[in-house]
């Protein structure tokens, strides 16, 4: 029988799955039906904020390692898997670039969510790249808000998180997309707390979108939903016999790496801002600490929940795209400076072919223009690619979620070599 979404169990105490299925398509159709009438949509203010000095310690404020390619792996269709090694860090990503022949494109790198998310990552990448953008995002440095983890181990992890996606970054501006047309970071969730930091720590970045994101992080985990945060305060409360005012003191205490610490280094037109009116995973107050720390950027508003979010997945994605377009480099008449040469801990560059004409796009006075290369394109998509044997050594394969054991004493955010470098 076809399901007209009227059935109704004859058991009051056991509904039948077609019912229950109806409910729920029922549901999500009203839900979709309503995003259309319930967002809003606030423009960046008529004189946005610029980025503003911020306070980092000596550890943040370091400079990245050098940065080499360890393992790659062409998956095709200009996809590839890779490893990257940094002064005791690793860093597995994945990438997606157009066809040697396409002209140089911008580039989104997608920060990850909490709990892990390929397959969230990997649509967000298929529906970007689809509107005309290269994507790369970093696998998870390790489950977050676990036992045995408490303040200094959570402050270590996003400190890593952010240290890894900087690596990532300054890879692809040296080797794996040297030649992108502007640079751009989407974070959802923890990642959009992850993406604040980035990107007040990466003044080049051409422009970024916080979604359903939040600041005060201390308060937040004591109001989140969050089942994962549930669990864990459950644990430290059985496990350490502490309240919850032992816990957002101890959270103050550790979490340097606060998104609303960086969030003022961050120019405000760069900005693109999704909150969710349901959201208890991120409760309402936490979204507006950020965008006020953020100088209220445009802002985006979905009458939907933390999880509920997803059907409304296209339009915030349009949105972001959107965004990111209008602030592309050869559009605004600028074109930031790249990694290059001579800058501390560059490599040779695995240049990308361009199209005809595309060397015309403006360059900054900073920085004249590069010829372009008269080979065919080298990039980590060629079974050819030069591999730093040196730096794979034994135990270079993939190391799951878990970056490994990292020695006592080592500084959180860091790698753990004598040149490390900070988040």
Known sequence: ?????????????APSPVAAACRRIRRALLLAAGF?????????????????????????????????????????????????????????????????????????????????????????????????????????????LKPPQRGPDLDDLFGRTVLHQRLLLRWLRQEGAPDAD??????????????TAVAGLEPELDGVAVCLSGGDLAGMVLRSSEVRVQRWLDWRRTADGVGDDHLEWELREYLRHEPLAFAPAVATDKVLFVGAAFDTVVPGWHQDLLWEALGRPARLDV??????????????????????????????????????ADDPGAMPGLARRRAPGSDA????????????????????????????????????????????????GADPGRGTGAAAAGT
């Open 36 to 144: 259309g009438a319930a967002c809003a949509y606030r423009p960046a203010p008529a004189h946005p904020r610029p980025a503003l000095p911020i306070q980092v310690s000596a550890r943040t404020a370091a400079p990245l390692p050098t940065v080499r390619l360890v393992e790659a792996d062409d998956l095709g269709g200009g996809r590839c898997r890779g490893v990257l090694a940094a002064d005791g860090e690793r860093v597995r990503f994945e990438l997606r670039l157009a066809t040697a022949a396409a002209p140089a494109r911008p580039l989104v790198l997608l920060v990850p969510i909490l709990a892990g998310g390929e397959d969230l990552l990997a649509g967000v990448a298929r529906r970007l790249f689809a509107r005309g953008f290269d994507v790369a995002w970093c696998s998870r440095v390790a489950a977050a």
């Open 182 to 195: 502007g640079w751009f970071v989407l974070g959802m969730s923890i990642g959009g707390m992850v993406a």
């Open 303 to 340: 009458a939907l929940g933390h999880y509920s979010a997803a059907i409304a997945i296209d339009p915030i994605l349009a949105a972001v795209a959107e965004h990111f377009e209008r602030r592309r480099p050869a559009l605004r008449g600028a074109r930031p400076h790249r990694a290059g």
């Open 361 to 408: 796009r403006p360059h900054s006075r900073a920085q004249p223009p590069r010829p372009a290369p008269d080979h065919a394109r080298s990039s980590i998509l060629r079974p050819a690619l030069p591999v730093d044997a040196h730096a794979a050594g034994p135990g270079s394969g993939d190391q799951g979620d878990h970056a490994g054991p990292r020695p006592a």
């Open 1 to 13: 029988m076809p399901c007209t979404c009227s059935e109704r169990s004859t058991d009051a105490a």
